[in-house]
C-alpha cells in the first residue's frame, strides 16, 4: 500500500508562486520516479513534470520554464515550485508516483490539493 499526501495548494494572484509538496508512505521499496500532474474541470488529466530516481526531469510545454520539480529523497518527497501563475493554472494538482512491483511498473495517485489562480 502506497499513500501520497499533497498540500500547499491554495488561492493565488496571477502572476504569484505557489510551492507544492508531497509526501509518499507505505510499501515503497524501489522508486522510478514521483511527478506531478492536474486536472482543470471538463478537461483530461494532464501530466505536468516528473523527476526519476537518476534526478533526470522532464516537463509539460504549458509549465516549462514556469514550474520546477525537486525531490527529498531520503523523506520520499516531492516538491512543486509554481511561479508566474495564470488562471488557466487552476485545477486540482496531484501527486504521482511510479515503483516497479514485481517486474511491472505501476503508477500511484495522491488525492489531490486545490489550486486557484485568481485576482
Known amino acids: 500500500q502506497v499513500e501520497l499526501v499533497e498540500s500547499g495548494g491554495g488561492l493565488v494572484q496571477p502572476g504569484g508562486s505557489l510551492r507544492l509538496s508531497c509526501a509518499a508512505s507505505g510499501s515503497i521499496f524501489s522508486i522510478n520516479a514521483m511527478g506531478w500532474s492536474r486536472q482543470a474541470p471538463g478537461k483530461e488529466r494532464e501530466l505536468l513534470a516528473r523527476?526519476?530516481?537518476?534526478?533526470?526531469?522532464n516537463y509539460a510545454g504549458s509549465v516549462k520554464g514556469r514550474f520546477t520539480i525537486s525531490r527529498d529523497n531520503a523523506k520520499n518527497t516531492v516538491y512543486l515550485q509554481m511561479n508566474s501563475l495564470k488562471p488557466e493554472d487552476t485545477a486540482v494538482y496531484y501527486c504521482?508516483?511510479?515503483?516497479?512491483?514485481?517486474?511491472?511498473?505501476?503508477?500511484?495517485w495522491g488525492k489531490g490539493t486545490l489550486v486557484t489562480v485568481s485576482s
Open positions: 523527476i526519476t530516481n537518476t534526478g533526470s526531469t
Open positions: 504521482n508516483l511510479w515503483q516497479r512491483v514485481d517486474s511491472a511498473d505501476r503508477t500511484y
